[in-house]
């Protein structure tokens, strides 16, 4: 049974940085690919960014939504079973409630069968 818990949530002033961690367990994690996902209320779910197995952190092997992109990385560090997202330059358009979620395959396909049950994120001055 996987299990995905996320910590480093929190509040920030606009401009500000987080950092959030998904610590998974359960399954092969290097084999699989990753993603974080947020959900403001009254708004639906946005894939945020995602990360394929294997990843090297450069070019395709990563996904970042239009409203993330430039400010938002996401890396993994799969001996220690690790998922990251480092986010700077927060908006308040940001604040949600962000779930790490783990792919049915090594590839991206906007689609996962396990989640974490989320950080919150408010940015707000």
């Known amino acids: 049974q996987a299990q995905l818990v996320e910590s480093g949530g929190g509040w920030t002033q606009p401009g500000g940085s987080l950092t959030l961690e998904c610590a998974a367990a359960g399954f092969t994690f290097g084999n699989y690919a990753m993603a974080w996902a947020r959900q403001a209320p009254g708004k639906a779910l946005e894939w945020v960014s995602a990360i394929y197995a294997d990843a090297s952190g450069a070019g395709t092997d990563t996904y970042y939504s239009e409203s993330v992109r430039g400010r938002f990385t996401i890396s993994r560090d799969n001996a220690k079973k690790m998922l990251y997202l480092q986010m700077n330059n927060l908006k308040p358009e940001d604040t949600a409630r962000y779930s790490c979620?783990?792919?049915?395959?090594?590839?991206?396909?906007?689609?996962?069968?396990?989640w974490g049950q989320g950080t919150q994120v408010t940015v707000s001055s």
């Open positions: 979620a783990k792919a049915p395959g090594r590839l991206w396909v906007f689609s996962a069968n396990y």
